[in-house]
């Protein structure tokens, strides 16, 4: 008897959200491994902030993208209730909602969701004009530049390029540091310049492949930046950090990167921070702003959840003002309200905070389709490596195999 009392016990305290003998009840939040502690801050401010009736447990997901989606794909498939709420990447969203893995915002939780929401932001959490998570942070890319090579930052490729090639002639650093691997960052390179040049991948309706002109010269660009000096020699096979590495080791005047790199040049080499310097995104036309492509985390509801109401309360608690502005602060998120750009720590945190806002006003989205992972896929493995790129025929097979993959056809695994 003491055996099977003592199993019963295991089991019950096993279960996520099971009410503990204090009443509180016990949330599950499952979102990416933070190191800053911002997000375990949230989590134990929100647990107090509820007045006793919820705690939050944050649970840690694998560190790369594709193994915390498989985690939560294969859970929430089998409809495990000890998940309540989630860190959605920005292009889960309608993959989650068309398979009704997780809940509506509606009502008086979508008012609060979406007051002083950025715009762009919001619609990675929508689907069919239904909003399925809460923007919890966001990211976009500058331009970053050596300021003592480059007295004035380019203004579009064409002048970036043309800046390359001088500095190459003269035998001063020239590369510019992007990434070129086959990889998300690949698709995400290639949408920025779609977008940037009046085009999209898709259509209004996310039911078939969109490129035209606007993609063979997105295509077009890659080619050329790959095939000129401006070209690091290890393009194709570069990510996020070695492109940050590469500028830190002096041997690049320009990076398209997101914010991090700024602290990390500042920490690695103080000497050439002093001319580290930061411009919006390039244009592709120049009477058309960039368009660069955002990134982040949307807080989502889980469908299986035994506590939804509060689930909806803690997620708006865990991404209000106060606590978006400590994973600014202390993890480098860019924050999703607009209020927070002009808050004056923030501002002194983020000295170009006012390029990141503008960017993300005119920021792109990925194409949003419950079909994401394999449109993307298609694209990296298209236009890999950038130097191998045939403007025409490459955009070609990329329209060709994205409306494959829309029709649940040639579908990559």
Not at 169 to 194: C, D, M, S
Not at 222 to 249: I, K, Y
Not at 360 to 382: D, G, K
Request: with cysteine.
């Amino acid at each position: 008897m003491l055996v099977a009392l003592t199993l019963m016990a295991s089991t019950l305290a096993a279960c996520g959200g099971e009410q503990e003998g204090s009443g509180r009840t016990t949330l599950n939040w499952y979102n990416f491994p933070d190191d800053s502690g911002a997000l375990q801050k949230a989590a134990d401010r929100c647990g107090r902030a509820s007045g006793g009736r919820y705690r939050i447990s944050y649970s840690k997901l694998p560190r790369g993208a594709d193994g915390q989606r498989q985690q939560l794909v294969r859970r929430l498939a089998a409809q495990d209730e000890s998940i309540d709420i989630m860190g959605l990447d920005v292009t889960w969203t309608a993959e989650f909602a068309e398979a009704r893995w997780i809940r509506e915002w509606t009502g008086e939780a979508k008012r609060r969701a979406t007051a002083g929401t950025l715009r762009v932001p919001l619609r990675t959490a929508t689907w069919k004009n239904r909003l399925y998570a809460v923007p919890y942070n966001t990211n976009t890319q500058l331009l970053w530049y050596r300021k003592d090579l480059v007295p004035t930052p380019p203004r579009t490729w064409s002048e970036m390029l043309d800046m390359s090639r001088e500095l190459a002639r003269q035998g001063k650093p020239h590369y510019v540091e992007i990434q070129g691997a086959q990889y998300e960052g690949l698709t995400v390179w290639f949408n920025t310049l779609v977008n940037s040049a009046g085009g999209a991948i898709l259509d209004p309706s996310a039911t078939a492949p969109s490129l035209g002109p606007p993609a063979v010269r997105a295509a077009a660009l890659m080619r050329d930046l790959a095939g000129s000096p401006a070209a690091d020699p290890s393009l194709p096979n570069q990510m996020e950090d070695q492109n940050r590495l590469a500028m830190e080791s002096g041997v690049a005047a320009f990076e398209l990167n997101y914010p991090f790199v700024y602290p990390s040049m500042k920490a690695n080499n103080p000497r050439l921070f002093e001319d580290f310097r930061w411009a919006p995104y390039p244009r592709v036309d120049p009477g058309r702003p960039a368009r660069p492509t955002i990134g982040g985390i949307d807080l989502a509801v889980s469908a299986h959840s035994r506590h939804p109401d509060l689930a909806f309360e803690a997620a708006l608690c865990l991404r209000n003002r106060e606590n978006q502005l400590t994973a600014a602060l202390d993890g480098g998120l860019p924050p999703t309200l607009r209020a927070l750009y002009d808050e004056p720590a923030f501002e002194k945190q983020y000295p170009f905070s006012k390029e990141v806002l503008a960017a993300l006003e005119s920021a792109s989205v990925r194409p949003a389709t419950p079909a994401y992972q394999n449109v993307s896929i298609v694209i990296a493995h298209t236009l890999s490596p950038p130097s191998a790129i045939k403007p025409e025929s490459s955009v070609a097979a990329i329209r060709n195999q994205i409306d494959d993959a829309l029709r649940s056809e040639g579908v990559i695994p």
